[in-house]
């Protein structure tokens, strides 16, 4: 193994101005592209709607949607209408909210099998439900945000709620 040495370099040295350093405050400005599938679904979402694509060759049905086929290595097909109801396929307690605070009450992420995808399904919160109460199986069914209120996001399902 080859090891590379340096000298560190030391605060006296910075504050003497014996080694360059450049102040630079970056202007950079971007923008986040969904593609074709991803963009439908978000605005399908915003409609209170849930999307999916269907592959006829194989019969697949994905959510969130893809334009191709993983099984068939193809384009998909067509889009789907998906009802907002599904099964939770696995769950975790996480007393850690997602700005790293620490939590009394777990917030309860879960991955839901949206019924009329083939085994697919996403990432969300599950709702109105104790944890101890959650099991592998359970059926759930989308509590949407008020239409005013949706923006286009996954977030415009407040949560899944035991049916």
């Not at 999307?51 to 099984?71: A, D, I, L, Q, S």
């Not at 099964?87 to 975790?92: D, E, G, L, M």
């Amino acid at each position: 193994m080859v090891e590379y040495r340096g000298t560190a370099v030391k605060e006296d040295a910075i504050k003497a101005g014996k080694v360059l350093a450049i102040k630079y405050e970056p202007t950079a400005r971007y923008s986040w592209a969904t593609g074709i599938a991803v963009g439908r679904f978000l605005t399908e979402l915003k409609s209170g709607r849930i999307v999916g694509r269907k592959c006829n060759k194989c019969g697949r049905v994905t959510t969130p949607p893809r334009v191709f086929c993983e099984r068939c290595f193809r384009e998909s097909d067509e889009w789907v209408y998906l009802k907002d109801t599904g099964t939770v396929n696995t769950f975790a307690l996480s007393y850690i909210a997602f700005d790293t605070t620490k939590l009394d009450k777990p917030i309860i992420p879960a991955v839901i099998w949206i019924d009329g995808a083939d085994n697919a399904g996403f990432l969300h919160i599950l709702g109105d439900i104790e944890p101890k109460d959650v099991k592998i199986g359970m059926r759930v069914k989308a509590v949407w945000k008020s239409a005013e209120e949706r923006k286009g996001d996954i977030t415009d399902i407040k949560y899944f709620k035991p049916v």
